[in-house]
């Protein structure tokens, strides 16, 4: 039997969608292992990026179930929704991949400004001290951070990195991670889009001849 048949479309399709559900979870897993790191507080982009793994996770399944039973209003449905996921998984993915250093450090500077009973909870995970002391306004409230910081590293002879430093190294590496592996696979999904197409104008051989649909 050739590549083209029935079988191999809807193989095929159900393959590519078990591909989207584990890609979907890879997504909300290091997103939310990102938010663990300090970017909860600023980078709204991660809440996206769920979004994103979610609908595309949801989507899959449907897609799954309409391949399998080849159901032509569950696979019209998982054209158009998988379409408008590869366009919202693009921008999200490049706007990952495009934010820079210093857009990362004003983010976190500003989710900074939290209760000191959080930030001593930061600094006592992170095993951390202050935020950045990269400029004279940011000394300041560095030293005062430094201060009343009560993490473990201050009772050793190295002392403590800045949290700063330390949420800048997750953040950067969740980023080129969720832009990297959403932008690859956002391009799968205009295949996905083709094939589900393909395969729902396809008569399905063990169907009543007689049957409309």
């Known amino acids: 039997m050739v590549c083209g048949g029935f079988a191999c479309s809807r193989n095929a399709l159900c393959a590519l969608n078990v591909v989207y559900v584990l890609v979907g979870l890879l997504l909300i897993g290091v997103a939310a292992w990102g938010k663990a ?5 600023s980078l709204h982009i991660i809440g996206g990026v769920i979004a994103v793994g979610f609908f595309l996770l949801l989507i899959a399944i449907v897609g799954l179930i309409g391949a399998i039973n080849h159901h032509q209003v569950m696979l ?3 054209m ?3 379409g408008l996921v590869f366009l919202f998984q693009f921008g999200v993915s490049c706007s990952c991949l495009a934010l820079t250093r210093s857009k990362q450090e004003s983010l976190l500077n500003g989710a900074w400004e939290m209760s000191n ?3 001593k909870s930061l600094e006592i995970s992170f095993n951390c001290c202050g935020l950045f002391n990269n400029s004279l306004e940011a000394s300041k409230k560095f030293k005062a ?10 009772k050793a002879k190295t002392g403590c990195i800045s949290c700063g430093e330390v949420m800048m190294e997750h953040a950067g590496e969740a980023l080129k991670i969720l832009g990297g592996v959403g932008l690859f696979f956002s391009f799968t999904e205009i295949l996905g889009v083709w094939l589900a197409m393909r395969y729902r104008n396809q008569k399905d051989p063990r ?3 007689s049957a409309f649909l």
Do not use: R, S
Not at 37 to 41: L, R, T
């Open 37 to 41: 790191y300090g970017i909860v507080y």
């Open 76 to 78: 019209f449905f998982y």
């Open 80 to 82: 158009i929704i998988l």
């Open 117 to 119: 009973d959080t930030k």
């Open 145 to 154: 951070d430094v201060e009343m910081c009560i993490a473990p590293c201050t």
């Open 207 to 209: 169907a009543n001849p």
